[in-house]
């Protein structure tokens, strides 16, 4: 589809200027934050490894700087592939020129990146099989990196480039799944290996297919509403040449634009902070792989939930026969790849391994002072015990309330001792999709402006697509559901245009449509042959 294939049936003279030139100085600004955001990142890198004492190869570094690119590279097309979403609205109602536009969406985009949880980037990394986890430093660590990141670039830019709103959430979680499942295909037959984690697909799928429908439904109800409660007529007309809104719709404009902005950078920026993580905990485990900003404060807490869990574990154990740390490892490794946990032998496992865990961590003094020796195994168990609380509720025990809780508090603390984000890489990430945001967005701003209706969007119907748009994204990320800004804006502005009776443009919505369809088979069928290719090839 190109640019002309489909176009408002009155193309007038209200059709905002979209090829304004930003000017040498905003590209000299550009370059020195993008110059920046990399000089930065290297830093603390280093910074980081130097505080542990770790070392590296050279060619370690030589991988970890070409995935550290690819993963920001990933949120940079990010950035003008999904946000150009949320500044469609204000350039079509004149509320703001089209660069202003792009560069105040950027810049909220990179603060919504920096108070962000990490709930969603770890969702994400749930999905992925426990062995390429836990090995991820390994051959197929990086392959799995390579072949994810570059599957979802590689389709995100293609869709790009035809002018089809496109998910760059669910590009990347097909790929997801598609390393998972070839990860399984290629295993021999003797070994069982896991694929994708399909109740946690299930969950993200449910998200990424209810939140367009909300936003089309909730988005038209918005619209009904405000025709119902604000009798105001210019809030419900085209705008009139060139001339911007009055003072109080631009500026209702301007802060749903800016709504949608934060929360898709609090959202679609968690993915690549994960995906960062993970290359991080690889290349320098000693460094990344426990959260060594964890106060000794905390330790207390840590080894009483242990002592509560571990209680849970052995009154279901049911007299299984005693294991060592080995055996209980293999025991509980075993039982995640299978999701078949519910066995007294992996409760005895689980005792053990928070037993271990305890004591490692105790004789160290904290999580902070566990030495590089040590780290991948108490990484790996703690891993692997959080993991298997998370999905024994799944396998059909029956814990009493009490139990429940302790389980939860326990998996809590687990997950505190291993999972967090250095400012560094949020900063770097924000970096990238700020910069991506002003870059590129021509494509996908005209498709939401004229494409979508046939008549030219009003200012009522463009605060209502946002409006809904922030609310959404902004509950998916309270909740760690990674969701597509694209699928619910585009579907929150056809959602305004059925209830305004202005009439679909039917063959830019199956475009749309088809592009969410082949999405996730196309991702899965690209990160798969990439991932076996590379496993070939590393």
């Known amino acids: 589809m190109t640019d002309a294939a489909i176009s408002l049936p009155h193309a007038h003279a209200g059709r905002p200027h979209l090829d304004s030139n930003a000017g040498k100085g905003t590209a000299i600004v550009f370059v020195l934050l993008l110059l920046g955001g990399l000089v930065y990142a290297g830093y603390g890198f280093v910074n980081d490894i130097q505080n542990v004492h770790e070392t590296l190869a050279v060619g370690a570094f030589g991988l970890l700087g070409l995935a550290l690119l690819i993963a920001l590279g990933f949120e940079f097309v990010n950035g003008f592939h999904d946000t150009a979403n949320a500044v469609a609205t204000v ?75 496109n ?85 209702t404009l301007i802060f749903t634009c800016t709504a949608v902005s934060f929360s898709h950078g609090g959202n679609d920026g968690q993915k690549g902070m994960g995906l960062i993580m993970l290359i991080l905990i690889g290349v320098a485990p000693t460094a990344y792989a426990l959260n060594r900003t964890m106060p000794d404060s905390a330790m207390p807490a840590f080894f009483h939930s242990e002592a509560a869990a571990e209680q849970v574990f052995t009154a279901h154990a049911q007299g299984a026969p005693a294991m060592n740390a080995d055996q209980a490892r293999e025991q509980v490794g075993a039982a995640l790849r299978a999701r078949d946990l519910n066995h007294p032998a992996v409760y005895e496992g689980l005792s053990v391994l928070s037993q271990d865990i305890t004591n490692q961590v105790r004789n160290y003094g904290s999580i902070s002072h566990v030495p590089a020796a040590a780290t991948p195994n108490v990484r790996n168990d703690m891993y692997l015990t959080a993991d298997s609380i998370r999905l024994l509720a799944k ?4 814990f009493t ?91 929150g502005v056809a959602g305004t245009m059925a209830a305004n009776k202005s009439g679909l443009q039917w063959s830019t919505i199956r475009s749309i449509a088809s592009a969410w369809v082949l999405t996730l088979p196309a991702a899965m069928l690209l990160a798969g042959v990439l991932y076996w290719a590379l496993r070939v090839v590393i």
């Not at 703001?96 to 969702?123: D, E, H, K, R």
């Not at 748009?469 to 619910?488: C, K, W």
């Open 91 to 165: 350039i079509y109602t004149h509320s703001m020129p089209p660069v202003v536009a792009v560069i105040w969406s950027g810049c909220f985009n990179f603060l919504g990146v920096l108070i962000s949880t990490g709930a969603v980037a770890y969702s994400i990394i749930t999905l992925l099989p426990v062995d390429l986890i836990l090995q991820v430093g390994s051959a197929a660590g990086y392959a799995m990196i390579f072949a994810l990141l570059i599957a979802a670039i590689v389709w995100n830019l293609g869709t790009w480039a035809l002018g089809i709103p």
């Open 401 to 491: 309330d009490a139990e429940g809780a302790s389980l939860k508090a326990y998996q809590t603390n687990l997950q505190n001792g291993t999972r967090f984000i250095p400012g560094w890489v949020k900063v770097a990430v924000a970096i990238a999709l700020g910069l991506g945001t002003m870059v590129g967005w021509k494509r996908i701003v005209v498709t939401v402006g004229e494409r979508i209706g046939k008549t030219h969007l009003t200012y009522a119907q463009g605060a209502s697509a946002e409006l809904v748009a922030a609310a959404t994204i902004g509950a998916a990320e309270l909740y760690g559901l990674p969701v597509s800004t694209t699928h619910i804006l585009s579907s």
């Open 167 to 251: 998910s760059s959430s669910h590009a990347l979680i097909g790929s997801v799944m598609g390393v998972g499942l070839a990860n399984q295909l290629m295993a021999p037959a003797s070994q069982h290996t896991a694929g994708v984690d399909w109740a946690q697909a299930i969950s993200v799928g449910e998200a990424l297919l209810f939140s367009p429908l909300m936003g089309f439904v909730f988005a038209g109800l918005l619209l009904l509403l405000m025709r119902a409660l604000i009798h105001t007529p210019t809030l419900y007309s085209e705008p009139k040449g060139n001339t911007p809104p009055p003072l109080w719709i631009r500026a």
């Open 395 to 398: 396998s059909g025990p029956k």
